[in-house]
Structure formats: C-alpha cells, structure tokens
C-alpha cells in the first residue's frame, strides 16, 4: 500500500503512518533500526527495492531523502508511506523536501525515526565530502557509502579515505568478504610457508581490486601487484607466491566459479558469485561495529597505483597471517 501524502508535515506522516498500522491491526514494534537513504530521485525505486528486501531480513524503518537537481523557491514538503508488501519485513517513508527545508533534513527526519534504536545511513551512488557532518550522515551510527558507482570513483573514494572515520564504510569492501574468508582458509593450511609475493587480477579501476590487494599487503605485510584485466568485471583472482617457489591460487575466470589451486593437489572448484547490492546491504546491517580490519586498510598506505613497493612491512622468515 502507498499513501501520498502532499504538502504535509512530519507530524502529520507519523500520525498517518501510527493510523495505517492500527487499521491493519499491525504494532510498530520488531524495527531494530532505522535506515536512513538519501537518494536522487532517478535513484528511489531501486534503492528502495533493495533496502525493503534487506529489512526482511532485518525489520526497519526506511526513511528515503529524495533530493532534487534544481533549487525550488517554494518551502514544501511532500511525502509518501509505503506500508506491505510495498515496504518489505517494515515501512518506509519516502520525504521530498524542497526549498528551505533541504537545509534542515534533520529536522524533518529525526520526528519519524524508531526511538531506542540505532540508525544507519546510505548513500546508494554520490555522498557527501564528508559523511560523518552531513546533517544526516551525523544522525546515524554507521554510515555507507558506494564510492564505485559514482561517475569517479578513485576520486570519491580518496575525498572519504581523506574525512573517514571508525563507523563510515564503502561498500567496496563488502564485495571482498567472500574472497578473504577464502583466502584466510587457504593459507590456514599446512605447510604454512611464508608468502613472499601476492598478485591481484581484475577490473581495471574496479576499488575492489585495490582494497584486496591493500587488505594483502597490510596483512601478509608483502610486496602485492595488481594486473588489471579488460575482460574482468570485478576481482578475478588472486595468486600468492611461498618461500619455496609454489602458488596458491583462487581464479574465478566466471562471475559465479572459481577454482583453487595448491601445489600437489588437484584443483578445486568453489563458488564465488558477483555479490549483489542487497547481499552487501544486508551484511552491512547485520553488525553495526566498527571493522577495524577496514580501517587498517584505508589509513595504510593505500594506493591505486599498479604496484605496492616493498616497505618495512617486507616478508621475513615468520609467518604470514591473514586473521
């Protein structure tokens, strides 16, 4: 169900939305927190569609910021309350402010919030220089950002390393759970031989590519190359050299298979699909905490550059680890 709400005011959405539930007999209560999207309006629809499957998982209330191109002379505010199977495992509301109320988001969007809970924002394409001072980012506990769909994403991605703190985090690095935890296990077997050398293939400019190889070099504390291949359309593999001249490897040549290779054994065949944007959005919602392996990460020595130079960090005689 969808109720257009035009002209209104905050109290009158929450005294609209507190009649909805009555009249379907429903209680506001199992929301374990608010998510707060600031969007375009070519970006409502799919934004919505992939934060209401989320909150299946994780019962919210949406609250969906739409902000127009174009400045508007006139102070208004209109609003729609999705409630159903328009609005997932919740509700969500959808504020469409123009004029003098685009200055004061907060004002408009603290009213409607699920009181006692924690709240996280989401930016689904271009954020804030500074997530963590804009009027809504500094409203939530976790904010998300997805530097690779903005129109430059190594300059986006460098302005929110530049003001990022403990509770901000790129989706980037969320498409690379499934590819650590693979590689922890793979050096998680024996002989444990230290690992001299990394190289990361993929997508040419693809941030991804960049974190894992950044996330390989802090934690195996080794010189790490990144080839870029054209025909990637995300990380492509990832190739570790030992001590004694053999190759770990973990190639996905395909967007849903790849294959894991260690030497004197036969290669296996794993499944690595392409995440999607919900799978990454309900992650992100299932722990609220600060990662602090990503924080690592993005205050190193990051770069987008071809080559990670050996530094004090270098490979010794101990070994590596990747947990």
């Not at 970006?43 to 508007?72: F, G, M, N, Q, T």
């Not at 293939?201 to 590519?209: A, I, K, Q, R």
């Amino acid at each position: 169900m969808i109720v257009n709400l035009p002209d209104t005011t905050t109290h009158l959405i929450s005294e609209r939305l507190d009649g909805l539930h009555e009249q379907r007999g429903e209680v506001a209560q199992g929301r374990v927190l608010t998510l707060l999207i600031t969007c375009s309006p070519t970006e409502l629809e799919e934004s919505l569609k992939v934060a209401s499957a989320a909150s299946r998982e994780h019962p919210c209330r949406i609250i969906a910021i739409v902000k127009h191109d174009v400045d508007a002379s006139e102070s208004r505010l209109d609003a729609e309350v999705r409630i159903g199977t328009d609005a997932g495992a919740g509700e969500v509301i959808v504020l469409k402010p123009t004029g003098e109320l685009t200055g004061h988001l907060d004002t408009l969007v603290i009213p409607l919030m699920v009181p006692d809970t924690p709240a996280v924002a989401w930016w689904p394409t271009t954020p804030p220089a500074d997530p963590a001072k804009d009027p809504i980012g500094a409203m939530a506990s976790s904010r998300l950002t997805d530097a690779g769909r903005t129109p430059d994403p190594r300059r986006t991605f460098s302005s929110l390393r530049k003001f990022a703190t403990p509770d901000d985090k790129d989706l980037s690095w969320t498409r690379l759970t499934v590819w650590r935890a693979m590689m922890a296990s793979l050096l998680d077997q024996p002989p444990h031989l230290p690992i001299t050398h990394a190289k990361v293939c993929g997508e040419p400019g693809n941030l991804s590519v960049s974190l894992l190889a950044a996330w390989l070099r802090v934690q195996l504390g080794v010189p790490v190359s990144i080839e870029w291949d054209a025909a990637a359309t995300a990380v492509r593999g990832v190739t570790l050299t030992r001590s004694d001249g053999g190759t770990l490897g973990l190639v996905r040549p395909h967007d849903d298979e790849a294959f894991v290779s260690v030497p004197g054994e036969q290669e296996q065949r794993v499944s690595i699909p392409l995440r999607t944007l919900e799978e990454c959005i309900s992650e992100e919602l299932k722990s609220l905490n600060p990662d602090e392996v990503y924080v690592k990460v993005i205050n190193s020595d990051f770069t987008f550059d071809e080559t990670f130079v050996e530094d004090s960090m270098a490979a010794s005689s101990q070994e590596n680890a990747l947990l």
